[in-house]
């Protein structure tokens, strides 16, 4: 029911009428419009800032961004150097290929070619000086033992390589299998021959 003290004067009323009903020429109120004109300078603002001129990062390309890193963050887990990863190159025959070359340009003047030892260890009997992990060997090569006249590698080789000539050694041996560590590598030259 329309209360007639409510009434404004330019409440006028529209001309038609259907099924008897007639409505109010009101005004929309004024919160209401606020809200729709709102709206509209949000829209263009948003339109601009996201779309048009490209400042603000759009949730899909948030959520983009945050896959790539997501991914790179795996790949470089998956290309993490620890012994499982070297156990694993080392049963890889394109790795230990790879692996052989390096060892037989850099290594074979003290390791042999046939990797028992001469002025460095032998690599393939279950002695070892610094540890019979595949870590163990990669952080000899990577760091040297300057003082035992085993020249560190890191800089030179990277990474990649010193990863394939570790697997190159370890695919002479097993996992799991024992390990002796022993002090010191008597070179075979040096061995007293017998009286
Ligand atoms: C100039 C001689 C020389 C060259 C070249 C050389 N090594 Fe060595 N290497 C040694 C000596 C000497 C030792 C023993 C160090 C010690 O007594 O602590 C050794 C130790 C090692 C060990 C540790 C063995 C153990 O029992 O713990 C590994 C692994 C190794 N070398 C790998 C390599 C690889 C791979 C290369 C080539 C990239 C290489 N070496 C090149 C002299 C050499």
New binding site residues.
Partial sequence: MIDPANQQPDDALRPHSYDGIQEYDKRLPRWWLLTLYGAMVFAVIYWGYFHAYGFGVLPVQALEAEMAKNAALAAQKAGEINDESLWKMSTDPVANAAGKV??EA??????KPDLTGL?????VDN??????KPM??FK??NE??L?????A?GAM?GKQK?SE??A??FSFHKQGEEVVI?P??TPPAIVAPPQ
């Fill in positions: 390096t060892f850099t290594c074979v003047a003290c390791h002025i460095g260890p032998n690599l002695q070892w000086i610094h540890g019979g163990d060997s000899t090569v040297g033992v003082a035992k006249g085993m020249p590698w080789l010193m000539v570790v190159y050694i022993v010191v590598w």
